[in-house]
Each structure stands twice: as C-alpha cells, then as structure tokens.
C-alpha cells in the first residue's frame, strides 16, 4: 500500500475528531510497518476511538501508542483492550486524560496481561 513503509506517525494536537479518526483508520490500515502512532490531543471520542483500535489491532509492527487527551470513554477503552492483547510488541501504552472511568479501567485490565512486550 501507499504507506507500508511507514515506520512513525505523529499527528498530536491536530483535532481529528471522530471524522477524521475514521477516515485515518482506512488508511492505517495500509500502514504495516507502522510502529510508532502519536494521536494525543485530537478530540477523538468513542465512536472513531473504537474505529481506530480496531484497525491497529489488526498491525503487527506497533510498538509504541499514544492516545492521551482525547475522550475515549469506558466503551473505546473496552474496544482499545481487545485490540491490544493481539499487539505483541507494544511496550508503551499512553491513555493519559480520556475519561476512561473505572469501568473503562477494568474493561482494559482484562486484557494487559495478554500483551507481552507492555513493561
């Protein structure tokens, strides 16, 4: 694909927003030596958050996320715990600020222990 080399992407404090998070996850999907993906601070709530973990599920490579300041809520942390038990080389996971309430941390609890690079 258009993109299959790429290796870092940062788009921090871009205000994607659902729209844009969506229309990012057609084309993350292309991107399969993607390791590194900063989207801190985009406005991104739990709709375009569930669409994009579904598709960085499916990445191999991605080693390094973060997603901090957005507004993913208890749903897309539900949605992003599934994705991450099938990254075996994420070591660091940033949610920092997303509104993840302690459903939302349980939900994703339930699923840490399955990625085995996160330290």
């Known amino acids: 694909g258009g993109c299959s080399a790429l290796v870092h992407l940062d788009l921090s404090y871009n205000e994607i927003g ?3 998070a969506k229309m990012l ?4 999907r292309e991107c399969s030596a993607l390791a590194h993906l900063n989207l801190t601070a985009n406005d991104i709530e739990t709709e375009g958050a569930g669409r994009l973990v579904e ?8 080693a ?3 997603f901090s300041w957005n ?3 208890s749903e897309g942390a539900a949605s992003l715990g599934k994705a991450i038990a099938k990254l075996n080389l994420l070591a660091h996971l940033d949610l920092a600020s997303n509104s993840l309430g302690d459903a939302g941390i349980g939900r994703l609890a ?3 222990g399955e990625c085995k690079a996160l330290a």
């Open 110 to 112: 339930e699923f840490l």
């Open 25 to 28: 996850a057609e084309v993350l």
């Open 18 to 20: 659902d729209a844009g």
């Open 64 to 66: 390094r996320l973060d």
């Open 55 to 62: 598709v960085l599920g499916e990445n191999r490579k991605l």
């Open 71 to 73: 507004e993913m809520g």
